[in-house]
């Protein structure tokens, strides 16, 4: 069982409507979650970071952080298509016994 | 400032061939990281440096060496490539494997094995 699951995929929202991404993870010890975009043909890219429970909003992402049900997600209000990428969710930690602790990622397509 | 150079950017190798991937990093950091992406898949380790001096192996180690030769430089060596081998490879670097810092990504090295 991977340290991180991510809803599969892909998920399409058209132009303007919320997108919603979410993660489990299996480790309590988990104190704070990365969420990274991927464009296709590119490197990934931290875009949030949420070091507490609760909510963190940066611009029109907001990023949920909820350590009792080990869940973690992210929203993007008034999608774009530029927003269309894949997103990778990653505990504190980058490995775990030798393995990467990043989620497969949920590509999301926002059409016009 | 540069962050993650990786070189090269696409490479084409015959099966039996040998290379290496070399990547620097400009921030000082103690973590580095080699990973292949295959097409619509997530990340998977290959090798890791938690820090200089060390290495150990990630996930899918077969079939590749690692060298970090100071604490900037981590190459990856591919000894006889095989077709198996073709995929995306992204050199990271982070402060700290286990703190919670950001892991930084190089622009990935796109290799094809005929």
């Known amino acids: 069982q991977k340290e991180v699951e991510q809803n599969s995929g892909p998920l399409s929202v058209p132009e303007g409507a919320i997108a919603s991404l979410n993660c489990t993870y299996s480790?309590?010890?988990?104190?704070?979650f990365f969420w990274y975009r991927q464009y296709s043909g590119k490197s990934p890219e931290l875009i949030m970071s949420i070091y507490s429970n609760g909510d963190k909003e940066d611009g029109r992402f907001t990023a949920q952080l909820n350590k009792a049900s080990q869940y973690v997600s992210l929203l993007i209000r008034d999608s774009q298509p530029s927003d269309s990428a894949t997103y990778l969710c990653a505990p504190p930690s980058s490995t775990n016994a030798g393995k990467s602790t990043f989620g497969d990622g949920t590509t999301l397509t926002v059409k016009p | 400032n540069a962050g993650v150079t990786q070189t090269p950017k696409f490479q084409v190798l015959k099966t039996g061939q040998s290379m290496t991937l070399q990547c620097a990093q400009d921030m000082n950091h103690n973590s580095m990281y080699w990973y292949r992406q295959d097409p619509g898949m997530g990340l998977r380790l290959i090798y890791y440096s938690a820090s200089e001096g060390t290495t150990d192996k990630g996930e899918v180690p077969n079939g590749y060496n690692v060298s970090r030769l100071n604490k900037r430089e981590f190459s990856l060596r591919l000894e006889s490539a095989a077709p198996s081998q073709t995929s995306v490879y992204f050199c990271?670097?982070?402060?700290?494997?286990?703190?919670?810092?950001?892991?930084?990504f190089g622009e990935g090295s796109w290799l094809t094995v005929v």
């Open positions: 480790d309590r010890g988990s104190q704070s």
């Open positions: 990271a670097s982070s402060a700290r494997d286990d703190s919670g810092n950001t892991i930084y």
